[in-house]
């Protein structure tokens, strides 16, 4: 299964699976980020990271090791 870490820029993704667990899922969640949310990648940073996407409407810088845990298709 695909991760957001592997997705390219200006691509629409949907969140299929949260992994991780405690307090790592907690803040993945408190971000919007959902089960069935809808993810557009708008940007990348130079050096891979962090990852610049738009979630729910609104925009979100998302680390590379916390877009390892999101499982998109």
Do not use: H
């Not at 940073?45 to 729910?56: I, K, M, N, T």
Request: aromatic residues 2%; hydrophobic residues 40%; proline residues 4%.
């Amino acid at each position: 299964m695909k991760t957001l870490r592997d997705v390219p820029c200006g691509e629409t993704v949907t969140v299929v699976k949260l992994e991780g667990e405690g307090a790592l899922k907690r803040r993945i969640m408190d971000m919007g980020i959902t089960k069935g949310t809808q993810i557009f990648v708008r940007k990348v940073a130079p050096l891979g990271d962090p990852l610049e996407v738009q979630v729910r409407g609104y925009e979100l810088s998302v680390r590379k090791r916390d877009a390892e845990n999101i499982l998109v298709e």
